[in-house]
């Protein structure tokens, strides 16, 4: 996950599916088709197209320069969420040229991670945990479309996971640390329910 230029973030986790590596690319004027992964994530593809913000241009931009996913299309940016947790925040996703599907959530700064793959030994999720200056502890992602349902496991019990179409949130009660966060049980369609490890 590329750092943000304010920091939000006070703890970040690898992101399950897919992490960053740097690379330059080539810019094109031509039409992004929307990458493979994205036939599992259907919420995302029927999704209105929504004007890109300005954190979504920015990390866009960081994206398209540093990343191995090729060009952001930010013509295809998509709003799958709003009003997220105490910031009332947004999220948006958008695809990439090099085969990612992007999210970002729209926090007094921004958190955001690109997913080129979803993985059925992570139960086809992709997370990131995140926290900052009035922002409790937060697991966010995208599911895919064989996902019915995700829990958050803590050391203090089990609490259902926001999930909005293809992509998830929650927001943990203030005092919870990073090391209360043990892991997502994600429920499938076919019944099994995967339990994910939220390792730092």
């Not at 295809?76 to 910031?87: D, F, I, N, Q």
């Not at 085969?99 to 959530?105: E, K, M, T």
């Not at 993985?119 to 200056?133: C, L, P, T, V």
């Amino acid at each position: 996950m590329l750092p943000t230029k304010r920091v939000l973030i006070a703890a970040v986790a690898v992101i399950s599916a897919a992490s960053f590596t740097i690379i330059a690319f080539s810019r094109t004027a031509d039409a992004i088709e929307l990458p493979p992964v994205a036939q599992e994530l259907q919420s995302f593809v029927q999704a209105e197209r929504a004007t890109a913000p300005e954190s979504v241009r920015r990390f866009g931009e960081r994206v398209s320069e540093r990343t191995p996913y090729g060009a952001a299309d930010l013509r295809a940016s998509r709003l799958l969420a709003r009003g997220l947790g105490v910031t009332r925040a947004n999220a948006y996703a958008f695809p990439t040229a090099g085969g990612a599907v992007c999210l970002l959530i729209d926090e007094r700064s921004y958190v955001a991670t690109c997913v080129p793959h979803l993985h059925d030994r992570f139960g086809r999720i992709a997370w990131g945990i995140y926290s900052g200056s009035g922002v409790p502890q937060t697991v966010y992602g995208l599911a895919s479309d064989v996902v019915t349902s995700i829990a958050v496991e803590t050391t203090m019990g089990t609490a259902r996971v926001r999930l909005i179409g293809n992509m998830f949130h929650w927001q943990a009660t203030p005092g919870t640390s990073r090391e209360d966060i043990l892991a997502l049980m994600v429920t499938q369609q076919d019944g099994r329910v995967i339990r994910v490890a939220l390792s730092r």
